[in-house]
């Protein structure tokens, strides 16, 4: 009998091992909803005037200059970690929440998009992981309302001084003149802000 306790519980400790890796790195499934973002209410120091500038691609390849999509007042951008190998887990829960809320930003005559670095040009198809993982979160028909970029070779992550390990995740609130209104740049791959907290800030904007 002390030989099945004692088995019972190593197989207990080894399944509490493998829920805390998988909180950690991710898998195949939907993100734990119970990831906490931060609620930031200070803005941070850009390294660039005009945002409006910057280049990136479509899923298809074609160049895309951020001005050319920004039909709104503001753009909430979203830059995930990107391709490491695999979808960080926080950027799947990130990413299909603002899916799942889009609508939201209406009332504020703002726009999302959400942008993929990658380290070349061959690892540009994994954006269908991201996206994959976006309609896991039970978004409205499965639908992604926003756009969803490449910045191949790291090129605006790098102009943006946020590299490291790909991308730190970063949310920028632009006007349509590119200017940055408001930034947020992650110290670690968790430290994101919550929708409600873009929301705000949109609505300081507004006043």
Known sequence: MATVRFGFGLGFAFFLVICIVSSIVGCDGMPDDGIQFMQVSESQPITIDDFSTLVFSDPEGKEV???DIMTEDYLVL??????????CVYCASQTSRW??????????N????VIFPTE????AVKIDE????????QIPNEEIPYPILLDIN???VDQLGIRSDLAKPSTYIIDREGRVRFA???????????VDSILKQLAKLGD
Do not use: C, H
């Not at 979203?78 to 979808?87: A, L, Q």
């Not at 899916?99 to 504020?108: C, D, H, I, M, N």
């Not at 703002?110 to 998009?113: F, N, R, S």
């Not at 947020?184 to 919550?194: F, K």
């Open 154 to 156: 790291l090129s605006s």
């Open 110 to 113: 703002a726009q999302l998009a």
């Open 120 to 123: 070349n040009a061959e690892e």
């Open 65 to 67: 200059q951020l001005s």
């Open 184 to 194: 947020y740049v992650g110290e670690s791959i968790a430290d994101r802000p919550t």
């Open 99 to 108: 899916a799942r809320r889009f609508e939201e930003l209406e009332p504020y």
């Open 78 to 87: 979203v830059i995930t970690r990107g391709w490491y190998g695999g979808v």
């Open 130 to 137: 991201l996206e994959k993982r976006i309609r896991k979160g």
